[in-house]
């Protein structure tokens, strides 16, 4: 909507390494947690309301509801399809920005043009590619600038956003670096001081104010530009009758206002400055692109619509997608987050993810359950209800009770109608606040967390602001940005700036709320679903109105009209206590803002109005669309203005100067309501507000106070003039209105005069009485006129077309009393009207019922009340009798001459005869329709007398409907008795059918349904049947063969087999062969029963049940003891196979593989056996098995015993040692004989774990007691303590393992602190010695280890006395080597001790300032070890850089070759020509052919100070190491103070600072010197700068400063150099290369009182002024004389300054073209085809563009030859005409291409012009001269003075 154009870059800018990644909810405060109990959960709007005053400061909450709250997901999850938007998250933040690179590279091009005189290169490469300076430009300015990101050393950032996520290496950044210093540097800086108005001046106005000569504008208003190209753009004239504005607003559509109209430098569009968003308040300074020509298409960010997924679908993408980033592991809130911020900051590459966002739920459903919705089965009806109209379903939530919204009528998708949000991992929602400030509530069905940030909204403005400085470029190119939802910024940078930050983890089941103005965004952890919605209690009610105010500013569409919606709730007076101090405050707000705004209209002469048309439904917001202002796109509820100029364009009250151009006596308001009404609106709410608190009372003194309609005056002719005492003049001169006859013309002067009150306040109220009156006056007045009219027309007429006035109209005017006013044709009226009535009466007298009036007499009367001219109602009534009474005597006629039998229904009889009784008419067929009646009831008695009663079918019915079968009506009765007969005839026609042969079917089931079937339609006759017994009887039998049939397929059971035998013995069918087959069946089947109870009786073999069994297949019954016998084998199968792994060849013993059986599952084994009803021989092999176990178990516990009375042993001698291990092995061997034998059994005794335990603790012991004989190593007694950690606890704490165990922990104490074994960790002194005193303490002695602890703490004591006799020693004589010495021995002998860490630390103090030495100067050439030697070699040159100073003094009087400093007399020396200095052939790496060269020789230093160069390489006496900077050896030298022992190279650093200072020394002077050099002689600071150059270059130590100043010097030097080659040179310098010269020397401060300063200064004021001078000529379209022109091109060409494009364009001023002998200019122009001579358009007044065109001089008319001759012949006697030479326009183009670049003809010749008329006369050139530049070439066709131009003109 609105432009705008960059701004400066501010500073503060944000930068990616400048963010801080988030460590989960650590650096992010949390937001509030609330848990509402049920009470409180019970009502969302009152809960909101109690802890708004807590979380609203944080912007943010989280409500956790009851866990009673579980509401089922109302959507079908296998359906579910919704679209999704792809989002790319590296771009939320770290994107640059959306910029056209050829504007850029147009506004670019402009500056290199007019500010540096040059134009762009072709191509800038980078990186093997063009570079995009444009990005690289955004880029820059996106971390503060150039300057900025040095400091900062960002480059790296920048390169990021040019390079598109490639590698950046360091070379790449420093190439960065020098481009932009290169090609950007000077267009940042300019730039800059653009944006802050210091470059040129504002634009012009559009319109132009040079007129032609026929009053047409002859220049269009447009200024003139530049294409891309560089080319003029053209504009053509206007025609007159097209619109007179050439440019419109791109917003508003108007091409009014052009003073304050900005066009776009590139596509020449324009906007108003007030209709940009946000609207601007000047005209910015220089150029100025719109948004549309900053912003590209292919650059724009936004979220691009993604393709249709199921959830199923979806989930897959999202499980993909989190395991891509953290694999199967479940990451924590920590890492998902620092994950997520890296990723929009840019620093992990490119990530897209897919979001369902947005999603309508009354087009894709809801998650909440709805009244309308399907239901799923799963859900209960009266949970499902519950829900549905639950108060916290975010479908019910916005038009709860107290919400605002409960106004609005229209569903608004995302504020009235909840979004659902389908999301996965990172899929985010961006920094931004609802749609007018609304609160929002979010509800996480299911899924994973959502991770909220939040910004109260008491500090939205310092967020947009630090919005505003991080991402500038991105601003700059969309204003309004925070309202497009793409844009993130970490929430760590905003707290670095000030801004309070905080976090919400939204669980499922949980809300947020978030609330006005509260910035927020966040994104989700995974796939979840989610649903949001907005909601608006009345304390948004302010927030709502601030909001409005922002959709106005940045000129965005509102979802609702604020005004609306406050005026629509107040009149529903349905608002609680709460909210009326809201409504009424912000209600006072609107009626005083506009009072303001209609009391300023009236006060600028904006005197119509009239109210707007009254809405449909106006107890709702947004039933109908209001109009928009075209300016800010606000909804127009209460006010507008509009034109009659532009009748379809409106604007609000702010905006009404920028409607048009008319005069506001043009305008009009348009209201909704006065302001009495708004004010009595806000009245309203005092009647319910009885809380009456002080800023209740302050608002009704306000109230009170605005309706002093006195104080509202604007000024008059004469004076000024109050609203209230025109009012009162206006009543005066209304009230004599009524005392006079009616005149239109009086009424409507009068009400319109009342146009300018009736929109005020109350104070009007009498002038809206008065103006009521008048309104009623007129419109009975105007009533009177117009019935009279309309009868007096009627009545000379006679015409249908004409309409008649209706009697109850004209009455309505007459019963007026009194009259409003005084109208003559009152009583003419009354006369008419009393007529009609007379009429009306005979009319009703007529249709009264005691009337017998025939049907010709009543056609009669109503032609009598067609003629009279007024129309009365009664006519219908009289003409709908009359078509009554025929069409009911039609009706009766056809009923009596019925032949066909039932077709007359007995209702249309009845009708008839009721329609006889109402019409009441005496006729002849009202005798024959009774009669008709009176037989159709006969008839009904008797068929109701056999219903009624039983019905026989033979003896009555047959009789009856024979009888009756001819009459014509259809009786009801008698077709139903009809109906019942035909049933009870077909029914037994069916059961005769199936009876035959029913017992010889073998679908004996079909029978069964088919004789079912018919006994239930038998029952339901209505007629009785003889049959229906006989059905009941087969239908028993027919079971009965059916369940036979079934025995014979199917097994049954015993018991069901003799049931049915017995019953068809009952049934008399039992000799039926299927009977007598399963007779036989039921006999097999008792038979087995008996063998089966003898063998359970006689407990026999297993061989006797399974032959049971066998026999039992061949019986087809279902046997009752079959299972009992299957049960029996069953069990002693199942006991058989258990029993196998206990018995002989199965033991597990055989098999080491198998697990170790239970003793107690043999157990188990031997008590089943008891239960067994088969005898079997294993039963005595378990038992013996039984017995074994039970004996091994008791040897184990024996042995247990045993080996615990050794564990209690608590006294260990030496002696009891002895003998402890011989037992200790004994035990061993029982044990593992013990175990032996219960594995071999096979069980898993409980004893077998116990004695391994045992055996393991026995080893144990044996290992440790034999530790007391020997010196074990530390590995080992570590080992065996690892060992003991895995010691059964019982065991372990028996006395004999505690003592054992305490004595191998004080050996491994011992074996530690011996120095010989600790690995490198060294104990104290201290440590030993409490070892040694544990001793006695432990009950196992350990003499060895005892003696190697006392020769260590001996060893220690000689090694400390060593050191105190070193340290004894004076600093000089403390050896370096003898330090390391004893270092090495303390590492080896000595304890932790004071004086080992002193060896340590002056040790390694010495070593770092070596190496800190070493890094100084460098590795040395040669000897890399050795630092003495590098430290030297330093010395000698700076020993050399001393000569140089002192030769150049005159100190030094020999010559040895400067560069060796030998003197060797068998060299070749050369020495330079200025400088005087020797060289060595050899050193210089070349050789002289001849003596001559050598004496012109001239060395490198002396040529680079000469040629003025700005940069060099290294010459020959350059070092060639690292040299070390002053200050760090200074440094260096102190740090050696501090050090214990003498070492050699703090000496030779001592020498290195004394000679370096003295070099400084003579480096400053000489800088000094050269520095305040003005004059202009160069020779002599150029040997001072040689020698400089020189020592510098020779000395091996860098003074920073000192080199600085060098470098500044040399700088100053090249640039006078080169001054003065351009000054002496023998072309004239071009004004760019002085400006260039003068901008360098300003870089590098050359004092103004400098020579060449002063020089180029002085000639660039001379060639601008001329240069000024000369652009204005060439602009002025010949004012200036040509003889002025040619004398400045003289003065041009003599300026010590060359300007070739100024000179060129005056030279060009010069010629003359056209018969008018004009310079060039931007006219349309035409060449003829034969001489090439240019003509204007206009001037030889061609109207189209003609194929060919020769001009009169070329071609003239054959009838004006005589005229040529005599020109020819005056011209050959001597006549003198002055002819200057005439060239062609500067076009190298051909003619038709340069006609093709102008517009068309159409639009360049002027809209007056007869097109059909080719040859013109001229008007008023009365004599031209032709004159021709190539005369020679035309002799015969010279061109001549002619009378009239016009007549030669001819087209082809």
Same mark, same amino acid.
């Given at each position: 909507?609105?432009?705008?154009?960059?701004?400066?870059?501010?500073?503060?800018?944000?930068?990616?390494?400048?963010?801080?990644?988030?460590?989960?909810?650590? *650096?992010?405060?949390?937001?509030?947690?609330?848990?509402?109990?049920?009470?409180?959960?019970?009502?969302?709007?009152?809960?909101?309301?109690?802890?708004?005053?807590?979380?609203?400061?944080?912007?943010?909450?989280?409500?956790?509801?009851?866990?009673?709250?579980?509401?089922?997901?109302?959507?079908?999850?296998?359906?579910?399809?919704?679209?999704?938007?792809?989002?790319?998250?590296?771009?939320?933040?770290?994107?640059?920005?959306?910029?056209?690179?050829?504007?850029?590279?147009?506004?670019?091009?402009?500056?290199?043009?007019?500010?540096?005189?040059?134009?762009?290169?072709?191509?800038?490469?980078?990186?093997?590619?063009?570079?995009?300076?444009?990005?690289?430009?955004?880029?820059?300015?996106?971390?503060?600038?150039?300057?900025?990101?040095?400091?900062?050393?960002?480059?790296?950032?920048?390169?990021?956003?040019?390079?598109?996520?490639?590698?950046?290496?360091?070379?790449?950044?420093?190439?960065?670096?020098?481009?932009?210093?290169?090609?950007?540097?000077?267009?940042?800086?300019?730039?800059?001081?653009?944006?802050?108005?210091?470059?040129?001046?504002?634009?012009?106005?559009?319109?132009?104010?040079?007129?032609?000569?026929?009053?047409?504008?002859?220049?269009?208003?447009?200024?003139?530009?530049?294409?891309?190209?560089?080319?003029?753009?053209?504009?053509?004239?206007?025609?007159?009758?097209?619109?007179?504005?050439?440019?419109?607003?791109?917003?508003?559509?108007?091409?009014?206002?052009?003073?304050?109209?900005?066009?776009?430098?590139?596509?020449?569009?324009?906007?108003?400055?007030?209709?940009?968003?946000?609207?601007?308040?000047?005209?910015?300074?220089?150029?100025?692109?719109?948004?549309?020509?900053?912003?590209?298409?292919?650059?724009? +960010?936004?979220?691009?619509?993604?393709?249709?997924?199921?959830?199923?679908?979806?989930?897959?993408?999202?499980?993909?997608?989190?395991?891509?980033?953290?694999?199967?592991?479940?990451?924590?809130?920590?890492?998902?987050?620092?994950?997520?911020?890296?990723?929009?900051?840019?620093?992990?590459?490119?990530?897209?993810?897919?979001?369902?966002?947005?999603?309508?739920?009354?087009?894709?459903?809801?998650?909440?359950?709805?009244?309308?919705?399907?239901?799923?089965?799963?859900?209960?009806?009266?949970?499902?209800?519950?829900?549905?109209?639950?108060?916290?379903?975010?479908?019910?939530?916005?038009?709860?009770?107290?919400?605002?919204?409960?106004?609005?009528?229209?569903?608004?998708?995302?504020?009235?109608?909840?979004?659902?949000?389908?999301?996965?991992?990172?899929?985010?929602?961006?920094?931004?606040?609802?749609?007018?400030?609304?609160?929002?509530?979010?509800?996480?069905?299911?899924?994973?967390?959502?991770?909220?940030?939040?910004?109260?909204?008491?500090?939205?403005?310092?967020?947009?602001?630090?919005?505003?400085?991080?991402?500038?470029?991105? #601003?700059?190119?969309?204003? /309004?940005?925070?309202? !497009?939802?793409?844009?993130?910024?970490?929430?760590?940078?905003?707290?670095?700036?000030?801004?309070?930050?905080?976090?919400?983890?939204?669980?499922?089941?949980?809300?947020?709320?978030?609330?006005?103005?509260?910035?927020?965004?966040?994104?989700?952890?995974?796939?979840?679903?989610?649903?949001?919605?907005?909601?608006?209690?009345?304390?948004?009610?302010?927030?709502?109105?601030?909001?409005?105010?922002?959709?106005?500013?940045? =000129?965005?569409?509102?979802?609702?009209?604020?005004?609306?919606?406050?005026?629509?709730?107040?009149? %529903?007076?349905?608002?609680?206590?709460?909210?009326?101090?809201?409504?009424?405050?912000?209600?006072?707000?609107?009626?005083?803002?506009?009072?303001?705004?209609?009391?300023?209209?009236?006060?600028?002469?904006?005197?119509?109005?009239?109210?707007?048309?009254?809405?449909?439904?106006?107890?709702?917001?947004?039933?109908?669309? /209001?109009?928009?202002?075209?300016?800010?796109?606000?909804?127009?509820?209460?006010?507008?203005?509009?034109?009659?100029?532009?009748?379809?364009?409106?604007?609000?009250?702010?905006?009404?100067?920028?409607?048009?151009?008319?005069?506001?006596?043009?305008?009009?308001?348009?209201?909704?309501?006065?302001?009495?009404?708004?004010?009595?609106?806000?009245?309203?709410?005092?009647?319910?507000?009885?809380?009456?608190?002080?800023?209740?009372?302050?608002?009704?003194?306000?109230?009170?106070?605005?309706?002093?309609?006195?104080?509202?005056?604007?000024?008059?002719?004469?004076?000024?003039?109050?609203?209230?005492?025109?009012?009162?003049?206006?009543?005066?001169?209304?009230?004599?209105?009524?005392?006079?006859? #009616?005149?239109?013309?009086?009424?409507?002067?009068?009400?319109?005069?009342?146009?300018?009150?009736?929109?005020?306040?109350?104070?009007?109220?009498?002038?809206?009485?008065?103006?009521?009156?008048?309104?009623?006056?007129?419109?009975?007045?105007?009533?009177?006129?117009?019935?009279?009219?309309?009868?007096?027309?009627?009545?000379?007429?006679?015409?249908?077309?004409?309409?008649?006035?209706?009697?109850?109209?004209?009455?309505?005017?007459?019963?007026?009393?009194?009259?409003?006013?005084?109208?003559?044709?009152?009583?003419?009226?009354?006369?008419?009207?009393?007529?009609?009535?007379?009429?009306?009466?005979?009319?009703?007298?007529?249709?009264?019922?005691?009337?017998?009036?025939?049907?010709?007499?009543?056609?009669?009367?109503?032609?009598? %009340?067609?003629?009279?001219?007024?129309?009365?109602?009664?006519?219908?009534?009289?003409?709908?009798?009359?078509?009554?009474?025929?069409?009911?005597?039609?009706?009766?006629?056809?009923?009596?001459?019925?032949?066909?039998?039932?077709?007359?229904?007995?209702?249309?009889?009845? =009708?008839?005869?009721?329609?006889?009784?109402?019409?009441?008419?005496?006729?002849?067929?009202?005798?024959?329709?009774?009669?008709?009646?009176?037989?159709?009831?006969?008839?009904?008695?008797?068929?109701?007398?056999?219903?009624?009663?039983?019905?026989?079918?033979?003896?009555?019915?047959?009789?009856?409907?024979?009888?009756?079968?001819?009459?014509?009506?259809?009786?009801?009765?008698?077709?139903?008795?009809?109906?019942?007969?035909?049933?009870?005839?077909?029914?037994?026609?069916?059961?005769?059918?199936?009876?035959?042969?029913?017992?010889?079917?073998?679908?004996?089931?079909?029978?069964?349904?088919?004789?079912?079937?018919?006994?239930?339609?038998?029952?339901?006759?209505?007629?009785?049947?003889?049959?229906?017994?006989?059905?009941?009887?087969?239908?028993?039998?027919?079971?009965?063969?059916?369940?036979?049939?079934?025995?014979?397929?199917?097994?049954?059971?015993?018991?069901?087999?003799?049931?049915?035998?017995?019953?068809?013995?009952?049934?008399?069918?039992?000799?039926?062969?299927? +009977?007598?087959?399963?007779?036989?069946?039921?006999?097999?089947?008792?038979?087995?029963?008996?063998?089966?109870?003898?063998?359970?009786?006689?407990?026999?073999?297993?061989?006797?049940?399974?032959?049971?069994?066998?026999?039992?297949?061949?019986?087809?019954?279902?046997?009752?003891?079959?299972?009992?016998?299957?049960?029996?084998?069953?069990?002693?199968?199942?006991?058989?196979?258990?029993?196998?792994?206990?018995?002989?060849?199965?033991?597990? %013993?055989?098999?080491?593989?198998?697990?170790?059986?239970?003793?107690?599952?043999?157990?188990?084994?031997?008590?089943?056996?008891?239960?067994?009803?088969?005898?079997?021989?294993?039963?005595?092999?378990?038992?013996?098995?039984?017995?074994?176990?039970?004996?091994?178990?008791?040897?184990?516990?024996?042995?247990?015993?045993?080996?615990?009375?050794?564990?209690?042993?608590?006294?260990? /001698?030496?002696?009891?040692?002895?003998?402890?291990?011989?037992?200790?092995?004994?035990?061993?061997?029982?044990?593992?004989?013990?175990?032996?034998?219960?594995?071999?059994?096979?069980?898993?005794?409980?004893?077998?774990?116990?004695? !391994?335990?045992?055996?393991?603790?026995?080893?144990?012991?044996?290992?440790?007691?034999?530790?007391?004989?020997?010196?074990?190593?530390?590995?080992?007694?570590?080992?065996?303590?690892?060992?003991?950690?895995?010691?059964?606890?019982?065991?372990?704490?028996?006395?004999?393992?505690?003592?054992?165990?305490?004595?191998?922990?004080?050996?491994?104490?011992?074996?530690?602190?011996?120095?010989?074994?600790?690995?490198?960790?060294?104990?104290?002194?201290?440590?030993?010695?409490?070892?040694?005193?544990?001793?006695?303490?432990?009950?196992?002695?350990?003499?060895?280890?005892?003696?190697?602890?006392?020769?260590?703490?001996?060893?220690?004591?000689?090694?400390?006395?060593?050191?105190?006799?070193? +340290?004894?020693?004076?600093?000089?004589?403390?050896?370096? *080597?003898?330090?390391?010495?004893?270092?090495?021995?303390?590492?080896?002998?000595?304890?932790?001790?004071?004086?080992?860490?002193?060896?340590?630390?002056?040790?390694?103090?010495?070593?770092?300032?070596?190496?800190?030495?070493?890094?100084?100067?460098?590795?040395?050439?040669? /000897?890399?070890?050795?630092?003495?030697?590098?430290?030297?070699?330093?010395?000698?040159?700076?020993?050399?850089?001393?000569?140089?100073?002192?030769?150049?003094?005159?100190?030094?009087?020999?010559?040895?070759?400067?560069?060796?400093?030998?003197?060797?007399?068998?060299?070749?020396?050369?020495?330079?020509?200025?400088?005087?200095?020797?060289?060595?052939?050899?050193?210089?790496?070349?050789?002289?052919?001849?003596?001559?060269?050598?004496?012109?020789?001239?060395?490198?230093?002396?040529?680079?100070?000469?040629?003025?160069?700005?940069?060099?390489?290294?010459?020959?006496?350059?070092?060639?190491?690292?040299?070390?900077?002053?200050?760090?050896?200074?440094?260096?030298?102190?740090?050696?103070?501090?050090?214990?022992?003498?070492?050699?190279?703090?000496?030779?650093?001592? !020498?290195?600072?004394?000679?370096?200072?003295?070099?400084?020394?003579?480096?400053?002077?000489?800088?000094?010197?050269?520095?305040?050099?003005?004059?202009?002689?160069?020779?002599?600071?150029?040997?001072?700068?040689?020698?400089?150059?020189?020592?510098?270059?020779?000395?091996?130590?860098?003074?920073?400063?000192?080199?600085?100043?060098?470098?500044?010097?040399?700088?100053?030097? *090249?640039?006078?150099?080169?001054?003065?080659?351009?000054?002496?040179?023998?072309?004239?310098?071009?004004? !760019?290369?002085?400006?260039?010269?003068?901008?360098?020397?300003?870089?590098?401060?050359?004092?103004?009182?400098?020579?060449?300063?002063?020089?180029?200064?002085?000639?660039?004021?001379?060639?601008?002024?001329?240069?000024?001078?000369?652009?204005?000529?060439?602009?002025?379209?010949?004012?200036?004389?040509?003889?002025?022109?040619?004398?400045?091109?003289?003065?041009?060409?003599?300026?010590?300054?060359? #300007?070739?494009?100024?000179?060129?364009?005056?030279?060009?001023?010069?010629?003359?073209?056209?018969?008018?002998?004009?310079?060039?200019?931007?006219?349309?122009?035409?060449?003829?085809?034969?001489?090439?001579?240019?003509?204007?358009?206009?001037?030889?007044?061609?109207?189209?563009?003609?194929?060919?065109?020769?001009?009169? %001089?070329?071609?003239?008319?054959?009838?004006?030859?005589?005229?040529?001759?005599?020109?020819?012949?005056?011209?050959?006697?001597?006549?003198?005409?002055?002819?200057?030479?005439?060239?062609?326009?500067?076009?190298?183009?051909?003619?038709?291409?340069?006609?093709?670049?102008?517009?068309?003809?159409?639009?360049?010749?002027?809209?007056?012009?007869?097109?059909?008329?080719?040859?013109?006369?001229?008007?008023?050139?009365?004599?031209?001269?032709?004159?021709?530049?190539?005369?020679?070439?035309?002799?015969?066709?010279?061109?001549?003075?002619?009378?009239?131009?016009?007549?030669?003109?001819?087209?082809?």
């Amino acid at each position: 909507m609105g432009k705008g154009r960059p701004r400066a870059v501010e500073k503060g800018v944000l930068g990616q390494s400048s963010s801080v990644s988030l460590s989960g909810s650590l *650096s992010i405060p949390p937001g509030p947690v609330y848990y509402p109990s049920e009470d409180e959960f019970k009502d969302p709007l009152e809960y909101i309301y109690r802890i708004r005053p807590e979380a609203e400061p944080y912007g943010i909450c989280r409500i956790v509801p009851p866990k009673s709250w579980k509401p089922p997901f109302g959507l079908d999850l296998d359906s579910f399809t919704f679209p999704t938007k792809t989002q790319a998250i590296h771009q939320l933040q770290a994107r640059p920005a959306a910029c056209d690179s050829k504007t850029f590279d147009l506004e670019y091009n402009r500056f290199l043009d007019n500010h540096c005189g040059k134009k762009s290169k072709k191509r800038v490469v980078f990186e093997g590619e063009e570079l995009d300076l444009c990005r690289l430009f955004n880029a820059a300015k996106r971390f503060g600038g150039y300057d900025k990101v040095v400091k900062e050393k960002k480059w790296g950032e920048v390169c990021r956003f040019v390079l598109s996520g490639r590698k950046v290496s360091e070379c790449a950044k420093h190439v960065l670096c020098q481009l932009y210093r290169e090609h950007l540097y000077d267009y940042e800086d300019y730039y800059n001081r653009l944006n802050h108005g210091v470059v040129r001046s504002c634009k012009r106005g559009m319109h132009g104010e040079k007129k032609g000569e026929h009053g047409v504008e002859s220049l269009s208003s447009k200024r003139r530009r530049r294409n891309t190209d560089g080319e003029k753009v053209k504009v053509c004239k206007v025609e007159e009758k097209e619109e007179e504005f050439d440019q419109i607003c791109e917003q508003c559509e108007s091409g009014l206002h052009g003073e304050v109209m900005l066009l776009c430098d590139r596509c020449n569009k324009g906007w108003h400055i007030y209709c940009l968003a946000p609207p601007l308040k000047r005209i910015p300074p220089g150029n100025w692109y719109c948004l549309d020509c900053l912003n590209s298409d292919k650059d724009s +960010f936004g979220f691009v619509p993604g393709k249709r997924f199921s959830l199923e679908a979806f989930r897959r993408v999202a499980d993909r997608a989190k395991r891509k980033w953290f694999g199967s592991v479940s990451p924590s809130r920590m890492q998902i987050e620092k994950k997520f911020w890296e990723i929009v900051e840019g620093l992990v590459g490119e990530v897209e993810v897919k979001y369902g966002s947005d999603l309508d739920t009354s087009v894709y459903g809801s998650g909440f359950p709805r009244v309308n919705d399907k239901k799923p089965e799963s859900v209960e009806d009266e949970i499902w209800d519950k829900y549905c109209a639950s108060p916290w379903n975010l479908n019910n939530l916005p038009k709860l009770q107290g919400s605002m919204l409960r106004a609005v009528h229209h569903n608004i998708a995302g504020v009235m109608v909840p979004w659902l949000y389908v999301g996965m991992l990172f899929s985010s929602f961006c920094w931004h606040f609802e749609d007018h400030c609304f609160y929002s509530m979010n509800y996480l069905h299911w899924g994973e967390p959502k991770c909220w940030y939040s910004v109260p909204g008491s500090e939205a403005i310092a967020f947009e602001k630090v919005m505003r400085n991080c991402l500038p470029d991105l #601003f700059d190119a969309q204003p /309004d940005l925070l309202f !497009q939802l793409v844009t993130m910024l970490n929430p760590s940078v905003l707290q670095e700036n000030g801004v309070s930050v905080y976090s919400v983890l939204q669980e499922p089941g949980n809300f947020v709320i978030t609330f006005p103005r509260s910035y927020h965004g966040g994104f989700n952890f995974g796939l979840n679903c989610a649903e949001a919605v907005n909601f608006a209690p009345a304390d948004w009610l302010p927030h709502g109105g601030f909001g409005a105010e922002l959709y106005q500013l940045y =000129r965005k569409a509102a979802v609702l009209s604020h005004e609306e919606l406050l005026c629509v709730v107040a009149k %529903a007076n349905d608002c609680d206590s709460k909210a009326l101090p809201y409504l009424k405050k912000e209600l006072h707000r609107i009626y005083a803002k506009e009072k303001n705004c209609r009391e300023g209209l009236w006060s600028n002469g904006i005197i119509k109005s009239s109210p707007m048309s009254p809405k449909k439904c106006p107890e709702f917001v947004g039933t109908e669309e /209001d109009p928009t202002c075209i300016i800010c796109q606000q909804y127009l509820f209460l006010s507008a203005v509009v034109c009659c100029c532009r009748p379809s364009a409106f604007v609000c009250l702010e905006h009404c100067k920028h409607l048009c151009e008319c005069k506001p006596n043009k305008h009009r308001l348009l209201y909704r309501h006065t302001l009495a009404e708004l004010k009595q609106l806000v009245l309203l709410i005092d009647k319910y507000n009885f809380d009456e608190t002080p800023q209740c009372r302050d608002l009704q003194r306000q109230l009170s106070c605005s309706d002093d309609s006195n104080a509202l005056t604007k000024k008059v002719k004469g004076g000024h003039v109050s609203l209230a005492k025109l009012a009162e003049e206006w009543i005066l001169r209304s009230s004599k209105i009524f005392q006079i006859p #009616f005149s239109r013309d009086a009424y409507v002067n009068a009400l319109k005069e009342t146009e300018q009150f009736l929109w005020a306040g109350s104070e009007m109220d009498a002038v809206r009485a008065v103006a009521k009156n008048l309104i009623e006056a007129q419109n009975w007045a105007e009533g009177i006129k117009d019935c009279l009219y309309k009868i007096e027309s009627w009545s000379c007429n006679r015409s249908h077309n004409l309409e008649k006035v209706d009697l109850e109209h004209v009455n309505n005017f007459l019963n007026l009393n009194p009259l409003p006013c005084i109208e003559p044709g009152h009583l003419k009226l009354k006369g008419y009207a009393e007529e009609a009535m007379i009429l009306v009466q005979e009319i009703d007298s007529a249709l009264s019922t005691s009337s017998k009036s025939s049907i010709p007499e009543l056609e009669q009367l109503y032609s009598r %009340a067609c003629e009279v001219p007024i129309y009365v109602k009664e006519m219908e009534k009289l003409m709908a009798r009359i078509s009554a009474l025929k069409v009911w005597v039609d009706n009766v006629k056809k009923c009596i001459l019925e032949k066909c039998p039932a077709a007359i229904e007995v209702d249309v009889l009845y =009708r008839l005869k009721s329609e006889m009784l109402e019409l009441q008419v005496q006729l002849p067929e009202v005798e024959m329709l009774m009669d008709l009646l009176r037989q159709v009831e006969s008839c009904q008695a008797r068929c109701n007398e056999i219903l009624n009663g039983p019905i026989n079918l033979k003896q009555n019915v047959e009789v009856l409907l024979q009888e009756l079968e001819s009459i014509t009506v259809n009786i009801p009765e008698l077709k139903l008795l009809r109906q019942y007969h035909g049933d009870a005839v077909s029914w037994i026609s069916h059961f005769n059918d199936v009876h035959v042969n029913i017992h010889e079917r073998e679908d004996q089931e079909n029978v069964v349904d088919e004789l079912q079937c018919i006994l239930k339609q038998g029952l339901l006759l209505r007629i009785q049947v003889d049959e229906l017994p006989l059905v009941e009887v087969e239908l028993k039998k027919a079971y009965c063969r059916k369940e036979a049939l079934k025995a014979r397929r199917t097994k049954m059971t015993l018991f069901s087999i003799q049931q049915l035998m017995e019953e068809a013995a009952m049934l008399r069918i039992e000799g039926e062969q299927l +009977f007598v087959d399963v007779s036989g069946v039921l006999a097999a089947a008792m038979h087995w029963e008996e063998r089966a109870a003898h063998i359970f009786a006689t407990e026999a073999q297993m061989s006797d049940f399974e032959d049971v069994i066998r026999t039992s297949k061949d019986i087809h019954v279902i046997l009752p003891s079959l299972d009992d016998v299957k049960d029996a084998i069953s069990m002693a199968k199942s006991w058989l196979k258990n029993s196998k792994p206990f018995l002989g060849s199965s033991f597990p %013993a055989a098999h080491p593989s198998c697990s170790l059986l239970k003793v107690e599952a043999l157990k188990e084994l031997v008590s089943q056996s008891k239960l067994l009803k088969i005898s079997l021989e294993e039963r005595t092999m378990i038992h013996s098995v039984l017995k074994n176990c039970l004996e091994w178990e008791h040897d184990s516990c024996s042995l247990l015993e045993e080996v615990d009375c050794l564990f209690n042993t608590n006294n260990i /001698d030496n002696a009891l040692i002895n003998g402890l291990i011989p037992k200790i092995e004994h035990l061993v061997t029982m044990i593992e004989s013990i175990l032996e034998t219960g594995l071999s059994l096979g069980f898993d005794f409980d004893e077998i774990p116990k004695l !391994q335990n045992a055996r393991s603790i026995l080893q144990w012991c044996n290992k440790a007691l034999s530790f007391c004989s020997v010196a074990p190593a530390l590995p080992g007694i570590e080992s065996l303590m690892e060992n003991a950690e895995h010691l059964p606890v019982t065991c372990a704490s028996s006395a004999l393992c505690s003592s054992l165990i305490d004595g191998v922990k004080w050996l491994k104490k011992a074996s530690e602190v011996i120095p010989v074994s600790c690995n490198g960790k060294i104990c104290k002194l201290s440590d030993a010695e409490e070892v040694l005193s544990e001793v006695q303490r432990i009950k196992v002695s350990f003499p060895l280890m005892v003696g190697q602890l006392l020769k260590a703490i001996e060893k220690h004591k000689l090694w400390k006395e060593q050191i105190l006799i070193f +340290f004894g020693l004076k600093t000089e004589e403390r050896s370096w *080597s003898k330090l390391l010495q004893l270092k090495e021995l303390g590492k080896d002998d000595a304890f932790s001790c004071c004086e080992l860490d002193m060896v340590l630390s002056e040790t390694e103090k010495v070593e770092k300032w070596k190496l800190h030495c070493m890094d100084i100067v460098g590795h040395p050439v040669g /000897d890399v070890n050795s630092l003495l030697d590098a430290l030297v070699k330093i010395k000698h040159t700076l020993d050399r850089s001393l000569y140089i100073y002192k030769k150049a003094r005159g100190c030094n009087p020999r010559d040895p070759c400067i560069h060796c400093f030998s003197d060797i007399k068998d060299q070749e020396l050369l020495t330079c020509s200025i400088c005087k200095d020797c060289y060595h052939l050899q050193c210089l790496g070349a050789t002289l052919g001849h003596q001559s060269d050598a004496k012109a020789y001239v060395c490198s230093y002396c040529q680079f100070i000469g040629s003025g160069s700005i940069s060099r390489n290294g010459g020959a006496l350059r070092f060639g190491g690292k040299r070390p900077e002053l200050n760090m050896l200074i440094e260096l030298l102190s740090d050696a103070e501090g050090l214990c022992v003498g070492i050699e190279e703090r000496d030779v650093v001592q !020498q290195l600072v004394e000679l370096a200072i003295a070099c400084k020394d003579c480096l400053t002077e000489l800088t000094d010197f050269t520095l305040a050099y003005l004059n202009r002689d160069l020779s002599i600071i150029s040997e001072k700068l040689t020698t400089a150059l020189k020592a510098v270059e020779m000395a091996g130590v860098y003074y920073n400063h000192g080199n600085n100043r060098l470098e500044l010097a040399l700088a100053r030097n *090249s640039w006078r150099v080169r001054v003065n080659k351009l000054l002496e040179d023998s072309q004239k310098p071009l004004i !760019q290369h002085i400006q260039k010269f003068l901008k360098e020397g300003l870089a590098i401060s050359i004092p103004p009182e400098d020579h060449f300063w002063q020089k180029l200064t002085e000639l660039k004021c001379i060639g601008l002024q001329w240069a000024e001078n000369a652009k204005k000529v060439s602009m002025d379209s010949g004012a200036l004389g040509l003889d002025e022109v040619c004398e400045l091109i003289t003065q041009g060409e003599n300026l010590p300054v060359h #300007f070739e494009k100024e000179l060129k364009l005056l030279r060009a001023r010069s010629m003359l073209y056209c018969i008018c002998r004009k310079p060039y200019d931007q006219r349309a122009m035409i060449a003829c085809d034969q001489c090439d001579e240019w003509y204007h358009f206009d001037c030889i007044k061609l109207s189209s563009e003609p194929k060919i065109y020769i001009c009169p %001089a070329c071609k003239p008319h054959t009838g004006e030859l005589s005229v040529l001759l005599s020109v020819n012949k005056e011209r050959s006697t001597g006549a003198k005409y002055g002819e200057p030479q005439t060239p062609s326009p500067p076009h190298t183009e051909s003619r038709r291409k340069n006609i093709e670049a102008k517009p068309s003809l159409k639009q360049m010749m002027p809209a007056a012009m007869d097109h059909g008329n080719i040859l013109r006369y001229s008007d008023g050139i009365d004599c031209l001269f032709w004159r021709n530049r190539k005369p020679f070439r035309r002799v015969a066709k010279r061109r001549a003075e002619v009378e009239s131009l016009s007549p030669f003109f001819h087209i082809q």
